[in-house]
């Protein structure tokens, strides 16, 4: 994607955390300069390489009208600030949907009193719920299980009515497993705690934690665990960049899978990292956990066709190698 955003600035809400921090990096490459405005609240400070940082909460109206202030020549936000704890939303369900569906009306009023008109928003996979209807186009219906999958669900609706009441143009990214690292390693994923499958596969190998657990060994699948579209945090930097560019060929509105299309399961993975890192990986077997799907892959069509986006750093390979490099490094 040879895009060029020379001069532009653009704010990235959730730009200390994992995926912002790829965006940011992506941004810089290009020309432009992000400005993160994150609260810190699972992002990190040293993770803001590439612009200023505006420590402001998402849901505080003052802050953000007083950030916006100062970047006036900003024309599109970037939103992927988030709660993101699947099985705290199940707990926590209130803090979930004031930190997400409040955050996100709360910032969708402040960019209108700024006159951004262009939103770029961080949805996933979760909002498709249960279905057999592999691979998954974005016109599947969307019936999600978990509080986490129905906030962003929330938040997907409203920003549709705001672009036909208020003129809002949007690209909704509705993002399968982000995964890997940052080619040259300066930034990777950081969560606290970790759910997601390869940071914890290879905390385990380092012997930062026990032995891992494989939910459920009796999917019907190839090697009976469950199949997911792993997509390299680098692609779904460059997924942004994409909407960028069609929001100036004209685009107004879209919701867009961002994967590769392809599964690949958890055994798949774990013999991965044990080939990359030369390390063993022994697992021990758990339960099905409520509410996982066997398979769960994207239809990547659509992002081929509205954004111009292929992946290029998304082999399995390549995403576990950077995984490791920032892993073994910052353990
Ligand atoms: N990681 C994945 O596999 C994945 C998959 C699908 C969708 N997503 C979505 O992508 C986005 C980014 O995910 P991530 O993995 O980088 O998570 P992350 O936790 O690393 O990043 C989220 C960032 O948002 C900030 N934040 C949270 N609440 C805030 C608030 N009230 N005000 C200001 N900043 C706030 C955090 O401090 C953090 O920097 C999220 O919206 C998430 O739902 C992630």
Redesign the pocket.
């Known amino acids: 994607m040879n895009i060029d955003l020379t001069g532009r600035d653009i704010i990235v ?9 790829h965006v940011c990096k992506s941004l810089n490459q290009r020309g432009a300069r992000p400005i993160v ?8 400070a040293h ?1 803001v390489k590439w612009g200023p940082l505006e420590e ?5 109206a003052d802050a953000l009208d007083q950030a916006f202030a100062k970047y006036p020549q900003t024309k599109t936000v970037v ?6 704890e699947v099985g705290i939303g199940e707990t926590h369900p209130a803090e979930f949907y004031d ?2 569906v409040t ?1 996100a009306l709360v910032l969708l009023r402040a960019m209108d009193r700024a006159k951004i008109k262009r939103l770029i928003f ?5 909002t498709y719920g249960e279905t057999q209807n592999m691979p998954l186009v974005e016109s599947e219906i969307q019936n999600p299980v978990s509080t ?1 999958g129905k906030t ?1 669900l929330a938040i997907e609706h409203m920003i549709q009515s705001f672009h036909k009441a208020y003129g809002l143009s949007y690209v909704t990214l ?6 890997g690292a940052d080619a040259e390693g300066d930034i990777g ?3 606290d705690p970790e759910t ?1 499958l390869i940071p914890i596969a290879m905390q385990s190998a380092l012997g930062l934690r026990g032995k891992m657990k494989i939910f459920g060994l009796d999917y019907d699948t190839p090697d009976g665990t469950c199949i997911r579209d792993y997509i390299h ?1 680098t692609d779904i930097a460059r997924a942004h960049i994409g909407a960028i560019n069609a929001f100036d060929d004209g685009l107004t509105s879209a919701e867009v899978n961002i994967g590769t299309g392809q599964g690949v399961s958890n055994l798949e993975i774990l013999k991965t990292i044990e080939r990359v890192t030369g390390l063993p990986l022994p697992f021990e077997k758990a339960p099905r956990r409520p509410g996982d799907l066997s398979r769960l892959y994207a239809d990547p069509t659509n992002a081929r066709s509205v954004l111009g986006f292929e992946p290029q750093h998304s082999d399995l390979d390549n995403i576990i190698k950077t995984a490791w490099r920032f892993h073994s490094q910052n353990r």
């Open positions: 809400v959730g730009g200390a955390g994992y995926i912002g921090s405005f994150d609260n810190l609240s699972s992002g990190h993770a402001v909460d998402v849901r505080n939103h992927l600030a988030s709660s993101i930190n997400n955050g961080s949805s996933t996979c979760a986490y962003k509705r993002y399968f497993n982000a995964c994923e950081e969560h997601h945090v």
